[in-house]
């Protein structure tokens, strides 16, 4: 089945590490996103990349570190700098078509520090 | 960027009863989206209605948009228990591929 696959579900971090969520996309989308989702908050773009190649922040970026080498893979590394990591992750990924653009997500990643 | 912006926030109702949900978005756009959320798994793309639409209809959803206000609404007709779930709506601005995203609307309905 066509789809977004991310992972790990739940990773733990402790304090000063940095840790990688994969995600994966088999829709052959261009465009993939990273969502950093708070308990009971609305959704808050984190990097998003247009095409292999090529990312731009979005509105929460500090912190965060991507790569975009291949079209299906889009992996989001939170490093240490990241002070309040703690949160729910959501990798999406973008169909372009004539009656708008559609946005396809992951099952998401839950990192909690301990 | 533009935020679309969902109330009321949360929304208990009964079986059978229907759920209306509204979001407000400050700039111009291209179309208005909804997604559904459940507890601890990704959104789910429901309905999409163009900035030249007024109504647009999918099941038991009916969604409105009425740009001179820059709102929409969500109706959720008869609704099930498997209708709870968290509703986003989201904008797409002209020449932008970044959906930006409400708050959502936590709906929780009573069997």
């Known amino acids: 089945d066509g789809g977004i696959t991310q992972s790990p579900k739940y990773l733990f971090r402790k304090e000063g590490q940095n840790v990688t969520l994969s995600c994966e996309q088999n829709?052959?989308?261009?465009?993939m996103y990273w969502y950093r989702q708070d308990p009971g908050q609305g959704l808050r773009l984190i990097y998003y990349?247009?095409?292999?190649?090529?990312?731009q922040k979005g509105d929460i970026a500090e912190g965060y570190s991507v790569s975009r080498e291949k079209k299906e893979s889009f992996p989001l590394t939170v490093t240490s700098a990241q002070k309040n990591p703690t949160a729910f992750y959501l990798c999406?990924?973008?169909?372009?078509?004539?009656?708008?653009?559609?946005?396809?997500f992951g099952e998401g990643s839950w990192l909690t520090v301990v | 960027s533009q935020q679309g912006e969902e109330d009321p926030q949360a929304l208990s109702i009964q079986e059978g009863e229907n759920a209306t949900m509204n979001c407000s978005y400050k700039t111009s756009i291209n179309n208005l989206q909804w997604y559904r959320q459940n507890s601890g798994r990704g959104l789910v793309h429901l309905i999409l209605i163009r900035s030249n639409e007024r109504e647009k209809h999918s099941g038991r959803l009916r969604v409105t948009l009425d740009t001179s206000k820059k709102s929409s609404s969500l109706l959720i007709t008869a609704s099930r228990a498997a209708d709870t779930a968290s509703y986003f709506c989201?904008?797409?601005?002209?020449?932008?591929?970044?959906?930006?995203f409400g708050k959502g609307n936590q709906v929780v309905v009573i069997p």
């Open positions: 989201a904008t797409d601005a002209e020449g932008n591929n970044r959906l930006a």
């Open positions: 990349s247009q095409i292999v190649n090529d990312f």
């Open positions: 999406a990924s973008l169909r372009t078509g004539r009656s708008g653009n559609t946005i396809y």
């Open positions: 829709l052959n989308h261009d465009a």
